[in-house]
């Protein structure tokens, strides 16, 4: 009998030593098991909270800052939608050279931007350089006034001002009017930033001319954007937005305001669209990880949306 209980009690010993919970074997600081799958991560890889931020800069005329809106301009929609599409936080700054023409402006590169370190700069000349005004008075185009301060006035243009907008174009068919800048020079400019930019390791971000009231000017624009073309096409680390061909595909009602140069809100947000997925596709190709934070940032986002 006292065998019987002296076995019982054995047993139950021996139960209870395998029903301890075990005291986990730390490796470094984290359980094995953990610790693999910490190793299965790729290498670099970080929450897109945690990526550096991309810098972006802006380096061009009042239109660039959103002239004549006091916000909602083509650059800060472009950053907006970088910003969204990496799930990554970017820092931009911008530089406006009101009415300057590009040969003017490309002396202020390096001194106005490259302080900023940016990864990219956006760089918006050529609206005032391609335009070919009948006028003395007006070869010289500038917004001389902040947003929202001054004299001028713009509004949706009416079929009054689509007229006169003709009739400025056929004037300049007959006095043959030139250019405020002369193409080769305007080409020569745009690739002297190119080429800065690229030597200081930074992706410029170049943008064509755009349309204008008068289907002269226009004309010009679409010579300058076609020299730009064959200059994207010579030059390595270059991204080019053609804004004439986006333009285009909308009347000239919706996308310009009545003095016939200054875009609409609708222009401006099609070419910062635009912009920035010029720079999201080159971000992604450049960092291809770019793109899997981006797909898993998604995936949380739908996630909450349905639970």
């Known amino acids: 009998m006292r065998n019987a209980n002296f076995r019982h009690l054995l047993w139950r010993w021996l139960l209870g030593l395998s029903e301890r919970p075990k005291k986990a074997i730390l490796v470094n600081g984290v359980e094995p098991g953990l610790a693999m799958l910490q190793d299965r991560r ?21 239109m660039i800052a959103g002239y004549p809106y006091q916000n909602g301009g083509l650059f800060e929609v472009a950053c907006n939608f ?78 009054f001002t689509m007229a006169r907008w003709e009739i400025v174009s056929l004037m300049g068919f007959l006095r043959k009017a030139d250019a405020i800048t002369p193409l080769c020079s305007y080409i020569e400019a745009i690739g002297r930033m190119v080429d800065e930019c690229v030597s200081a390791g930074i992706t410029p971000v170049i943008l064509s001319p755009f349309v204008f009231g008068s289907r002269y000017s226009t004309g010009n624009a679409i010579l300058y954007t076609n020299a730009l073309h064959e200059l994207h096409s010579r030059v ?13 595909m909308l009347p000239k009602s919706m996308i310009l305001l009545s003095d016939g140069f200054h875009l609409s809100s609708v222009a401006h947000n099609l070419i910062g669209e635009a912009i920035g997925k010029a720079i999201v596709a080159d971000a992604v190709r450049v960092d291809p990880q770019t793109s899997t934070q981006d797909r898993a940032s998604q995936e949380r986002a739908d996630a909450r949306a349905l639970s």
């Open 236 to 248: 390595r680390g270059m991204i080019f937005v053609d804004c004439i061909q986006l333009l285009s």
């Open 42 to 62: 790729p290498s670099g890889f970080a929450a897109s909270s945690d990526a550096l931020p991309l810098t972006v800069a802006g380096f061009g005329a009042c």
């Open 82 to 159: 970088v910003e969204k599409k990496l799930s990554r936080s970017v820092q931009s700054h911008i530089v406006t050279l009101a009415g300057f023409p590009a040969p003017r402006a490309a002396n202020h590169l390096k001194q106005k931007v490259f302080k900023f370190e940016p990864d990219y700069v956006v760089i918006q000349f050529g609206a005032t350089d391609a335009q070919c005004p009948i006028r003395a008075k007006n070869r010289v185009i500038g917004c001389r006034s902040k947003p929202g301060v001054g004299k001028a006035v713009y509004h949706a243009p009416t079929r």
